[in-house]
């Protein structure tokens, strides 16, 4: 009995690491994460100067708007979202842009301490604090060229109209109200990956690729058909 007692706990402290990286894995791939910013409104977003971004001057949470797409960082992690008020995606700090990366310290409304003695017109010092290995496979972050800067996105001005209990939180509903209201498409590829796909993108239920090759060869067929008419009307004329 006595072996036994001695060896549960240290079954029960090989299972508890193992339950807790489970955790943190689910929580950060999964959408709707609820990372403590609710906005009642839509944000006055303001460009920061020399940079494609856009940040709430009067927000009180690390809020950017950028390449289609808001990013907020939050407990040493980045989320992105289409929608000012989530539901969010957590990003790995691997595939987040290097322009977010890049905005200067004094836009950070909510800068952790580890931020602190970092110049504010500088950007946050990442290699420093996520380590060599991170810094190792994004060497010169921080250095571009600022003459090819790309312009700034335009801001989804239509989510003005949705505040409050008016916000539109199931995931469906914003893609086809920005299908239809926002046109813009994300250039950089880890936007690309968190950006809702338009209802024109998804593949319509049941046809998939074959579906989309047969209308095309039924508009190859009927413009072939046309072409044909065509050539028999002028050779009947020649005729004639």
Known sequence: MRRLLIALPLLFAGIAPAQSQVSVGISVSMPGIDIGINLPTYPQLVPVPGYPVYYDPRGSANYFFYDGLYWAYRNDNWYASSWYNGPWRGVVRESVPFYVLRVPVRYYRQPPPYFRGWRADAPPRWGEHWGPEWESKHRDW?????????????????????????????????????????????????????????????????????????????????????????????HGHEGG
């Open 142 to 234: 921080d250095h571009w060229d600022h003459q090819r800067t790309p312009k700034r996105a335009p801001l989804p001005a239509y989510q003005h109209n949705y505040p409050g209990k008016h916000y539109p939180h199931e995931v469906e509903k914003q893609r086809d109200l920005e299908a239809r209201n926002y046109h813009y498409q994300p250039h950089e590829p880890e936007a690309q990956q968190h950006a809702p796909k338009s209802s024109a993108e998804r593949p319509s239920q049941g046809k998939g690729d074959g579906g989309h090759q047969a209308a095309g060869a039924e508009k190859h067929e009927r413009k072939d058909s046309k072409n044909q008419e065509r050539k028999e009307a002028q």
